[in-house]
Nanobody, 121 residues
Framework: QVQLVESGGASVQTGGSLRLSCAFS????????MAWFRQAPGKEREGVAF???????AVADSVKGRFTISKDDAKYTLYLQMNNLEPEDTATYYC????????????????WGQGTQVTVS
C-alpha cells in the first residue's frame, strides 16, 4: 500500500506560480513511477506530468515550458512547479503512483491522492 497526500494548492492570479507537493509513504517500491493529473469541473481528467524511476520526465503539451515535475526520494515527495499560470490551469490536481509506468501513464494507477485545488483568475 501507498499513501499519497497532496498540498500546495491555492488561488493565484494569472501569471503567478505555485509548487504542488505530494508526500508519499508506505511501500515506496510502488512509487517507482509517478504522475500529476488534473480535472477541471465538467472536464475529463488529464495527465499533466510524469516521472519514472530513472528520472525521465514528460509533460503535456498544454503545460510544456511552464510546468516541471520532480521527485525527491530522500524526502518522499513529488513536486509540480507551475509557472506562468493561466485560467485554463484551474483544476483539482492529483498525484498518482505505481511500480508500473504503463498504468500511471494510462491514468489507471492503483494509488491516488485526495487532490489539491488550484484556481487561477
Amino acid at each position: 500500500q501507498v499513501q499519497l497526500v497532496e498540498s500546495g494548492g491555492a488561488s493565484v492570479q494569472t501569471g503567478g506560480s505555485l509548487r504542488l507537493s505530494c508526500a508519499f509513504s508506505g511501500n515506496t517500491r510502488n512509487t517507482h513511477c509517478m504522475a500529476w493529473f488534473r480535472q477541471a469541473p465538467g472536464k475529463e481528467r488529464e495527465g499533466v506530468a510524469f516521472v519514472d524511476g530513472t528520472g525521465n520526465t514528460a509533460v503535456a503539451d498544454s503545460v510544456k515550458g511552464r510546468f516541471t515535475i520532480s521527485k525527491d526520494d530522500a524526502k518522499y515527495t513529488l513536486y509540480l512547479q507551475m509557472n506562468n499560470l493561466e485560467p485554463e490551469d484551474t483544476a483539482t490536481y492529483y498525484c498518482a503512483a505505481d511500480w508500473r509506468c504503463d498504468t500511471v501513464v494510462a491514468g489507471s494507477a492503483p494509488y491516488w491522492g485526495q487532490g489539491t485545488q488550484v484556481t487561477v483568475s
